[in-house]
């Protein structure tokens, strides 16, 4: 094993290491084992963007009327800034209260965002898009954040590029995607809810701020992770039973499929769909398909578990999710050997790079990843 790890690191200098992600066939075949993804504690974030401890902003499914118009109400959208940093802090907020419940410290080797987490599970087939991430290794666990600074950028670059002639507007597109969750979900089940709501869903003012977020254990190889990331919805109800599997719902929109070339476009968009449902252990995933005009006609359930070998036996074999599973398996491996002392870290892919860089960026305290108040209440335990 030592050997195996070993092949994949070629330092550049002293402070910097890297991981080879190409060629990537080198992770086909069985797959690495893994944890099925269990919700250990959840946390909410109001329309105002205020946290909360528990499920207050979790949503039910229930299917939208169609077609749907999905530019309704654009003119109305109560769109969250997000460019001030929130780096982990609702995660360890949730995480201490958890910790406070349960009087045990919760051991595991990452705490991260499910979103950094995607983007190394699908870092294998996404060769185009660059990442850069902050760590910091404390008490034995490695807290991964995204670099702010570069999400900023990014956003920038993206804006400036503007959308491609004949499409819609960047931001019109986003509200669709929006307005689509919207048009799917209930904020009260619907014995709860009445008709008037259930048809008035129509007609809501579109809030992006509202969050229901899912902290889970779960684990890839030998790497244990905490990962806390948002539903969108639930299919039925919590169950009742501890640790029993819950049913989530995933909601996305996509252009309809009109060609060969649109079907393997919608290929590759699946990838990411598995990959951010796959982690937080989401076992459904309805997509809404769009004309170019935001008008949505037709709903697709998929089977979050079936997508990767569907993929492979009708689609156009263009990934593989074992690979997928595979190489973050060996990549997490490696991580917890590089980032082993004090400090704050850079987790860098440069766009179409092939490889992973892993650089110290200050040789000491944990920079602003970790909360002063998770910090305080990890002093005392
Ligand atoms: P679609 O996924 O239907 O396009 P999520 O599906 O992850 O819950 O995200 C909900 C919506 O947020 C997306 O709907 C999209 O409109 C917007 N969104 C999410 N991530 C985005 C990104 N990286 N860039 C632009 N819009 C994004
Ligand atoms: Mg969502
Ligand atoms: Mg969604």
């Known amino acids: ?40 504690a959840c946390f909410s974030y109001d329309d105002q963007r205020r946290f909360l401890l528990g499920d207050s902003s979790m949503a039910y499914y229930y299917t939208p009327n169609l077609p749907a118009d999905l530019n309704k109400g654009y003119s109305t959208f109560q769109k969250l800034d997000d460019v001030a940093d929130e780096h982990l802090d609702a995660l360890l907020d949730t995480l201490v209260a958890h910790e406070q419940e349960t009087e045990k410290k919760c ?49 920038e670059i993206q804006r400036k590029r503007g959308s491609p002639p004949g ?24 014995d709860e809810s009445t008709r008037e709501e259930i048809e008035g869903r129509e007609d809501d003012i579109v809030n992006n701020a509202a969050q229901y977020c899912s902290v889970v254990r779960t684990g890839i ?25 819950i049913n989530w719902v995933e909601l996305k929109t996509s252009a309809q499929i009109r060609n060969d070339k649109d079907m ?5 968009k699946l990838l990411k769909f598995w990959a951010q449902s796959f982690l937080l252990g989401v076992p459904k995933i309805i997509v809404g398909f769009r004309d170019q005009d935001g008008i949505c006609h037709s709903l697709e359930e998929l089977d979050t578990a079936s997508i990767p070998g569907k993929v492979l036996s009708v689609g156009r074999r263009s990934w593989d999710g074992n ?20 400090g704050t870290w850079r987790i860098r892919r440069k766009d179409k790079s092939p490889v ?10 944990h920079g602003d990843i970790l909360s002063p108040a998770f910090k305080a209440w990890r002093a005392h335990t």
């Open 264 to 268: 393997l476009k919608y290929e590759r």
């Open 167 to 190: 499409m819609a507007p960047q931001e019109l597109m986003m509200y669709w995607g929006y307005k689509f969750e919207n048009l799917a979900v209930l904020r009260k089940t619907w």
């Open 356 to 365: 992973i860089e892993v650089y110290q960026i200050e040789e000491q305290g």
């Open 107 to 155: 051991e595991v080797d990452i705490v991260t965002w499910r979103g950094m987490m995607t983007k190394i599970l699908t870092a294998p087939y996404d060769n185009m898009n660059g990442f850069e991430m902050n760590a910091t290794c404390f008490q034995g666990t490695i807290f991964i954040e995204e670099n702010n600074e570069y999400k900023n950028q990014q956003k």
């Open 1 to 40: 094993m030592v050997k195996r790890l070993f092949a994949h690191v070629r330092a550049i200098d002293c402070n910097m290491a890297t991981f080879n992600i190409q060629p990537v066939q080198r992770f086909a075949g069985a797959n690495t084992s893994i944890r099925r993804p269990r919700e250990i």
């Open 323 to 342: 690979v997928c599973i595979n190489f973050t398996g060996a990549f997490l491996e490696w991580l917890k050997q590089t980032i082993n002392r004090e």
């Open 221 to 245: 190889g030998s790497t244990r992770m905490v990962l806390g990331g948002e539903v969108d919805a639930i299919w039925d109800s919590k169950p009742s039973k501890k640790d029993a599997p």
